[in-house]
């Protein structure tokens, strides 16, 4: 890809995947946000929202015709047969607006670029990546920082958090794993030497 080094991504929610994505921006890196492309995908009149809404009823939508995140949540993340369902209705979609994003990457002057996904292995993008990176908390630091962040109550964050792998799926696949025990300023410390450690495999690759 023109010398495009691709980095991934991943984490549970909670764990401070976003700051390292932050600090990796703030250090020249393209970073390509899944989350914010699954939002795109299923805008209103999308291909996307149509299969969701026939997978898991209209009482997902919003009298406008929008998602109604909460209730999609509340159907999705009860099995994990249903979160599977989800996943495979919405990761083609995302997958191949990340594909168009790289693909714009190689007219850009990015020589690195960072796909943030929590789902990176699920989805198989790990496969795209010339490496990839997860960042892992504590449970209950990332159980207060989902109910802070999201605005939600503790049972709804359990769940959110229950329907993702263990620590071990994501130590087992990644090439480096990012211990978030401490706080925001020791995480993007570590991130600034997460850039330079991958500045350096981009400029041997």
Known sequence: M????????????????????????KNGCMVIDADQLSRKAVEPHTAC?????DAFSTEI???????????????AFVSPE?????????HPHVIRMTNELLEQA????YRMAVIDAPLLFQ???????????????PTEQ?????????????????LRMAAQPDDEYYRSRATIVLEN?????????????????????????
């Open 49 to 53: 929202l149509r299969a969701l809404t």
């Open 106 to 109: 190689k007219t850009q002057e």
């Open 2 to 25: 023109n010398n495009l080094f691709v980095v991934g991504l991943t984490g549970p929610t909670g764990s401070g995947k976003s700051t390292v994505a932050r600090v990796l921006a």
């Open 142 to 158: 990332r159980l207060q920082r989902i109910c802070a962040r999201d605005g939600i109550a503790e049972e709804q964050a359990r």
């Open 61 to 75: 939508l919003l009298q406008d015709g929008s998602l109604n995140r909460a209730a999609l949540a509340q159907k």
């Open 181 to 205: 025990s401490g706080d925001e300023a020791q995480l993007k410390t570590a991130a600034e030497c997460l850039f330079e450690q991958l500045a350096r495999w981009q400029d041997a690759s």
């Open 123 to 137: 989805a198989g993008m790990g496969a795209i990546c010339h490496c990839t990176v997860a960042v892992l908390a």
């Open 82 to 90: 249903t979160t599977a369902l989800l996943n495979s209705i919405v």
